[in-house]
């Protein structure tokens, strides 16, 4: 080895809310972290900018809140289509019942700045790249000008992975992914409490369009909303849709009522959900966050899944003497998220089925079945049950969920066409 090489311990590639965390968690835990992005940080990230429950728990949990997110709060999800408007608040939980909406280049930047105080080194405008791999162990990896030998290397390079590529890692298209795009549009209404989905988007002919879009209210300081649009879409029923066009569309549609500036600084990407990628893990290295697809197919969220792999991946580091994440880092993932993102994708799945969205959604949302069946569809769809809840929904999800006959029942129906969960052929 030569004096160029440089040993850390935890090197962590990729520095959103999953490297962000894990770096901060693995600082935590004692270890020397190096913390390299790509770009230059604050940078901007394609994303709804949505936090749930679920989020805010990960954030408060590592004592961050107060400062990484600005006071503004919502209170739930207002479900618009087919007619209604249904009101579905956060649900009571261990989650808590509060969510919030922070633009990416101020949350990802904030949560940067926590990783650094907790004595993590950060370098900004530093590509990983040309990893050398041994048996399955990454040996040494170009970082910016450095050459660097990790002891551990936590890979949360995002939706496209170009390290995990190098290292393995494949996207199964077959699965059902999400073509999205976003802006920001200026509003008097940007304080208002809850966020906004529409399933029901129709052109000016009147068809219905195979997408859905949503309106994040980002808080009075901004004055403006994240306004979105998105579509489920598989290899074999790719979304024929221009995501950008029909943001526009979209906009148009809902400027009068929030009083809409242009859509500003609109952008588009991919989402790879449900854990439809194989190759996650090697001996001393894993896949985080996007890398491994750890995006709910039903509400798009990711930033939290990101959060809540990478506290995981640094647990497991840290609780051996000798951690292999070959074997254990799928298997742990299946274990924390494999059920819900297994209904979640075969439900997405449907979506994508060009009669399905019509029907089910003008028999789903309208009077008197919606009001009651949207609020359990939400709790559901954002993954906000826990083991403590204790109410009927709670009890047959997690029969469901638990239930070795229930389970094998959805393996068979699915067994011919699913594609593996991290990897698993089932
Ligand atoms: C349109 C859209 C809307 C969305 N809306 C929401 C939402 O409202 N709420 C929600 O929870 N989720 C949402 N998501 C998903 C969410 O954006 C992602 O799940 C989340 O960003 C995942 O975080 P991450 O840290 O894994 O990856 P990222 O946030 O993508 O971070 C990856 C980082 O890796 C860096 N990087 C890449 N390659 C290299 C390299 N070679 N070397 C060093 N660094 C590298 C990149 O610069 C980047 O900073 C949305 C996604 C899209 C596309």
Redesign the pocket.
């Known amino acids: 080895m030569t004096d160029d090489i440089q040993q850390v311990e935890v090197l962590v590639?990729?520095?959103?809310?999953?490297?962000?965390t894990a770096a901060l968690h693995a600082a935590q835990q004692g270890y020397e972290v190096l913390l390299?992005?790509?770009?230059p940080f604050p940078?901007d990230?394609?994303?709804?900018?949505?936090?749930?429950p679920r989020?805010l728990k990960q954030l408060r949990d590592l004592n961050i809140a107060e400062r990484v997110l600005p006071p503004f709060r919502t209170d739930g999800l207002v479900l618009h289509g087919f007619g209604s408007d249904i009101y579905a608040p956060w649900p009571d939980s261990i989650f808590g019942k509060e969510g919030s909406?922070v633009p990416?280049q101020q949350f990802?930047h904030a949560l940067v700045q926590e990783a650094i105080r907790c004595g993590v080194t950060f370098w900004g405008g530093?590509?990983?790249?040309q990893a050398r791999v041994d048996h399955g162990r990454l040996e040494h990896i170009q970082?910016g000008e450095k050459l660097i030998k990790p002891k551990f290397a936590l890979v949360?390079?995002?939706?496209?992975?170009?390290?995990g590529k190098e290292l393995g890692r494949e996207w199964q298209q077959q699965e059902v992914y999400?073509i999205?795009?976003?802006s920001y549009c200026t509003t008097p209404r940007a304080e208002e409490p809850w966020i906004h989905s529409h399933a029901e988007l129709r052109s000016e002919d009147g068809k219905i369009q195979p997408g859905y879009g949503?309106i994040?209210p980002l808080g009075g300081e901004q004055g403006k909303v994240?306004l979105?649009c998105?579509a489920l879409s598989t290899s074999a029923r790719p979304a024929k849709i221009n995501t950008k066009k029909l943001l526009e569309f979209y906009a148009a549609q809902q400027r009068e009522e929030w009083q809409l500036g242009a859509p500003e600084q609109v952008t588009?990407?991919?989402?790879p959900m449900g854990g439809s990628i194989s190759g996650v893990a090697g001996k001393n290295w894993a896949l985080?966050?996007?890398?491994a697809a750890?995006?709910n197919p039903l509400n798009?969220?990711?930033?939290?899944?990101?959060m809540e792999s990478a506290q995981l991946a640094v647990m497991m580091m840290a609780s051996q003497k000798n951690p292999d994440f070959r074997r254990q880092w799928p298997e742990i993932l299946r274990a924390e998220f494999g059920t819900a993102f297994l209904l979640g994708r075969t439900i997405a799945r449907a979506l994508t089925l060009p009669r399905f969205l019509p029907i089910a959604g003008s028999l789903a949302l309208k009077e008197p079945i919606g009001p009651r069946l949207m609020p359990v569809a939400a709790r559901l769809m954002g993954n906000l049950i826990s083991e403590e809840d204790q109410d009927l929904v709670a009890r047959i999800w997690r029969a469901t969920g638990h239930s070795a006959t229930s389970w094998r029942y959805i393996r068979r129906q699915l067994g011919r066409s699913i594609t593996p969960l991290w990897g698993e052929q089932i």
Do not use: M, Q
Request: charged share 20%.
């Open positions: 590639i990729g520095a959103g809310p999953a490297g962000a390299c992005d790509s770009a940078r990230k394609t994303c709804g900018d949505g936090l749930t989020a909406a990416r990802d530093a590509k990983a790249r970082v949360c390079d995002g939706v496209r992975s170009p390290v999400g999205a795009a976003r949503w994040f994240n979105g998105g588009s990407a991919l989402l985080v966050g996007d890398a750890l995006v798009g969220e990711g930033i939290d899944y990101g």
